[in-house]
């Protein structure tokens, strides 16, 4: 493994020296050439800066779109057409005018697509876009490297030799820093599992509550663990008669299972909730199969009454585009890593030995896979979750529509945010993950793959602009990573913020607190959600470059909401983490920078969303899928995934030194 240079002789080398990045032998390829060196520098700011923010998403721009004026704090009032609250203050903060030319809702891709054929020279400020469009015009010469300017980025210079890995997973193919992306609250739990708690007390620890059930299914999952001396799927199987399985038959092995194996338990509820919670995949499935069979049970628990053909989810994504979190639970068989980051289409993992792999043909994943088809042939995963024609919110329909008349449909758990989820339902509660084993160590460990990251949208500075342009943005830029900018684009403009107050966290952090105009506000045009009303109404909060803060998060969490933060915390459930020397549990690239040549050689292969369509084919059973789960992989690599992963093992190498 090569030595790695350390980020703040970086910096240095290319402050004293103002050298043209890091030395590759690929670096010919780069049109960027060294003009950028050339160039009379001159102090001087441009009294207009350009901005194209574009997100596909015309509420989420640096415009004011909403229908109805916002009165703020001290009664100015910003109507439809206006720049939002944030920027306005971005703009007297840095004293000159800021100039939103965003087609509103134009998506980062086609943004740039459309940029790309005028040379960038409609705006001084791209964004919205991903990091790796970033990186391909920057190496063609359409972005300045804000490597070089780091002596006028005196606060994002001291961000980066903070977070060295930051600064690796943002330098492109030849050296060069072509934008600043949005990094989350890194080193914070992100999405985790949630479920009802009502609902497992009501089943396992009294008959009070039970009503008669007649509903059965066919059991086809045969378990996985041998941890202890029984395996509690295997004693439910054995239990069906002629493979059908009643709820008295599930409930009934079920508790004299935990009886039996957990004798030390204050209740059987105990072994699933709260921070000592001690179960795994298969005690999950269990339960999950109990639920399934007691809709009347229920149903009366949620709505107070027995609903006449009540329908259960044990498990549910929050919509369609999340089916991938079905995927997740892949990592309770044995541990096999799914996502190497955040981002759906990250599917590169280190192993224990530290190899660069593609999770989705490897053999523990193939396997986990039939594992998910077998449970959702038993009906213990929502029906319609992978169906993209389907556009509804499962998780308002199933966890926050119990009170609506007609309501038939009820779920249990799913993988979402916290403060979010927490706030659809009282009784939703984090519960920790199913224990499992982790890469080539045999202890039974808490894991939670989705964490908080490095987010692959961000901004960039075109070249095609004036000196006196590029001055101006690169003040607004380096705004966002002083303590000022920070407060403003996690928690709105200073008069949103309470006055000489302080918000303590559940992690003992101090931060600023929002002020009784963000709360209320909040509440009277996004139903309570503050992060979407600092987005659409203030602009704060907006996938730029900047790093967002856990503190607002915390601020908006009701309900058990903090019970569900300190159940990760105190648990200390293991997450994937940039610094950690353990190889598996590090975080891959979000973006990852090719070549030219990697690019042409990546276009030679086939490998996209019919390959990813067939994993949903088969785990949903359907007529047009694979008939087996090695069906997958034999797709992945009639599309040549053996060619897709080469060219991303070697950009990974180049990205981190090894």
């Known amino acids: 493994m090569l030595k790695k240079i350390s980020f703040l002789l970086l910096v240095a080398a290319l402050l004293l020296v103002g050298c043209g990045g890091l030395d590759t032998s690929e670096s010919d390829e780069s049109n960027s050439s060294d003009d950028e060196d050339q160039v009379e520098t001159t102090d001087e700011v441009a009294s ?34 206006e720049l939002k609250p944030t920027w306005q203050h971005i703009q007297s903060e840095m004293g000159f005018s800021i100039e939103d030319v965003a087609v509103q809702d134009q998506t980062g891709e086609e943004m740039m697509e459309i940029a790309s054929s005028t040379g960038f020279e409609d705006a001084t ?193 929050r919509n369609s585009k999340n089916r991938w979190d079905i995927l997740r639970m892949v990592n309770y068989f044995g541990g096999q890593r799914i996502f190497g980051s955040d981002t759906q289409t990250n599917r590169y993992y280190l192993d224990a030995d530290g190899n660069f792999n593609y999770s989705f043909i490897e053999d523990q994943a193939i396997e986990g896979f039939d594992y998910l088809n077998q449970l959702y042939s038993e009906g213990l995963v929502h029906s319609e979750f992978a169906d993209l024609n389907n556009t509804d919110n499962f998780r308002t329909t199933f966890y926050a529509s119990d009170e609506y008349e007609g309501q038939k449909q009820f779920g249990f758990m799913t993988y979402d945010w916290i403060a979010s989820t927490t706030a659809t339902n009282e009784d939703v509660i984090a519960m920790l993950p199913p224990l499992t084993t982790l890469g080539d160590s045999d202890e039974m460990i808490h894991f939670i793959e989705n964490t908080r990251t490095i987010k692959p949208e961000g901004w960039a500075i075109s070249k095609q602009s004036s000196e006196e342009e590029i001055n101006a943005a690169l003040q607004v830029f380096d705004f966002f990573f002083s303590e000022e900018g920070n407060v403003v684009q996690n928690y709105g403009t200073p008069d949103m913020v309470a006055d000489e107050e302080i918000f303590t966290g559940p992690d003992g952090v101090v931060y600023p607190k929002f002020g009784d105009w963000i709360i209320e506000t909040a509440n009277e045009f996004k139903d309570g959600d503050v992060s979407s009303f600092l987005r659409d109404f203030v602009g704060s909060q907006m996938a730029l470059g900047y790093q967002k803060e856990i503190g607002f998060e915390y601020q908006y969490t009701v309900n058990q909401g903090f019970e569900s933060w300190s159940v990760y915390q105190v648990a200390d459930v293991t997450q994937p983490s940039y610094n950690t020397d353990n190889p598996i549990l590090r975080l891959t690239p979000t973006v990852f920078s090719l070549t030219e040549q990697e690019q042409a050689q990546l276009d030679t292969t086939a490998v996209g969303e019919n390959e990813d369509d067939q994993i949903f084919l088969y785990i949903t059973g359907s007529e047009n899928g694979p008939e087996t789960a090695e069906g997958i992989k034999e797709a992945y690599m009639e599309a040549g995934i053996d060619t897709y992963i080469d060219i991303y093992k070697k950009a990974y190498g180049r990205m981190t030194g090894e």
Do not use: C
């Open 48 to 81: 207009n800066l350009k901005i194209n923010y574009a997100i596909g998403n015309n509420q989420r721009t640096l415009t004011y779109n909403q229908s109805n004026p916002l009165e703020l704090p001290d009664g100015t009032v910003v109507s439809s057409g």
């Open 125 to 317: 400020i791209y964004g919205g876009a991903k990091g790796d469009l970033y990186n391909e015009f920057g190496s063609k010469g359409y972005f300045i490297d804000l490597g070089k300017r780091l002596d006028k980025l005196p606060n994002f210079s001291k961000y980066l030799e903070e977070n060295p890995s930051i600064a690796d997973s943002i330098t492109a193919f030849d050296g060069s820093i072509y934008y600043i992306p949005y990094v989350a609250e890194i080193d914070n739990y992100a999405r985790v599992l949630h479920g009802r708690e009502d609902w497992v007390v009501a089943l396992l620890d009294s008959a009070d509550t039970l009503e008669q059930e007649d509903a059965s299914l066919d059991v086809v999952y045969e378990g996985y663990w041998d941890r202890n001396d029984e395996n509690v799927v295997a004693l439910q199987n054995e239990a069906a008669s002629g493979g059908a399985l009643t709820q008295q038959a599930a409930l009934d092995t079920l508790l004299n299972y935990i009886e039996e194996t957990y004798p030390d338990l204050d209740t059987p509820s105990s072994l699933y909730l709260g921070s000592e919670a001690q179960y795994d995949i298969d005690e999950l499935v269990a339960l999950w199969r109990v639920m399934k069979l007691s809709p009347n049970t229920l149903s009366k628990v949620s709505t107070g009454e027995v609903v006449d053909g009540a329908i259960i989810s044990p498990y549910f994504v």
